[in-house]
């Protein structure tokens, strides 16, 4: 299975803030990854998908890069609805798998 | 409205069985692709199953593979998860996904908690 590892684990950060986080993949995965915001109690929701597209809806401080085995997501002025659990998940080939997840924390 | 409604879920004793189903409504199911993605207390989203539409591409993670059965009824709508020989460590909040081109639409839920 591929892995995907994630980092950090977690953040602190102010609003207004620039924050990345950046997911590595075992294995080339071409530009099969999505990124998504899990609040507790709620259902994740998509940022980004194919790497770097972002879904209509979301908001345009969300964005995606990378290709291969290296991606980033970055978030260019941090919202306090932001503060939240972040995954990457790549869908390149069975088993699907997440990375473990970034807490993005209040400052 | 998409809708997406997990029902199924309670307690069980370990070694025993569950059916987990997710109801869609407001979309084309017979058209989409489905998963399921679960979450166990305090860790982490971990990918479970899929289907694809006619039920002719399945998919597994090596931690389910051989004990649970995923499966569609297009003419109800309908989603399944058929959990086998169920495992403390299968105890977790299970999410049913519609996947375009990402999963853009969740359920809210269901809890299976396997304990004795």
């Known amino acids: 299975a591929i892995q995907m590892t994630q980092s950090p684990s977690s953040l602190s950060a102010s609003v207004g803030d620039r924050v990345t986080i950046t997911c590595r993949a075992s294995?080339?995965?071409?530009?099969?990854l999505g990124w998504y915001q899990h609040k507790p109690g709620r259902a994740p929701k998509l940022l980004i998908n194919?790497?770097?597209s972002l879904p209509s809806g979301v908001p345009s401080r969300f964005s995606g890069s990378g290709s291969g085995t290296d991606f980033t997501l970055i978030i260019s002025s941090l919202q306090p609805e932001d503060f939240a659990t972040y995954y990457c998940l790549q869908d390149y080939s069975y088993p699907w798998t997440f990375g473990q997840g970034t807490k993005v924390e209040i400052k | 409205e998409v809708q997406l409604v997990e029902s199924g879920g309670g307690l069980v004793q370990p070694g025993r069985s569950l059916r987990l189903s997710c109801a869609a409504s407001?979309?084309?199911?017979?058209?989409?692709?489905m998963h399921w993605v679960r979450q166990a207390p305090g860790k982490g989203l971990e990918w479970v199953s899929c289907i694809n539409w006619n039920s002719n591409s399945i998919g597994y993670a090596d931690s389910v593979k051989g004990r649970f059965t995923i499966s569609r009824d297009n003419a109800k709508n309908f989603l399944y998860l058929q959990m086998n020989s169920l495992s403390p460590e299968d105890t977790a909040l299970y999410y049913c996904?519609?996947?375009?081109?990402?999963?853009?639409?969740w359920g809210q839920g269901t809890l299976v908690t396997v304990s004795s």
């Open positions: 996904g519609r996947w375009v081109a990402g999963f853009d639409q």
């Open positions: 407001g979309f084309n199911f017979a058209d989409s692709a």
């Open positions: 194919a790497a770097t």
């Open positions: 294995q080339g995965i071409r530009n099969d």
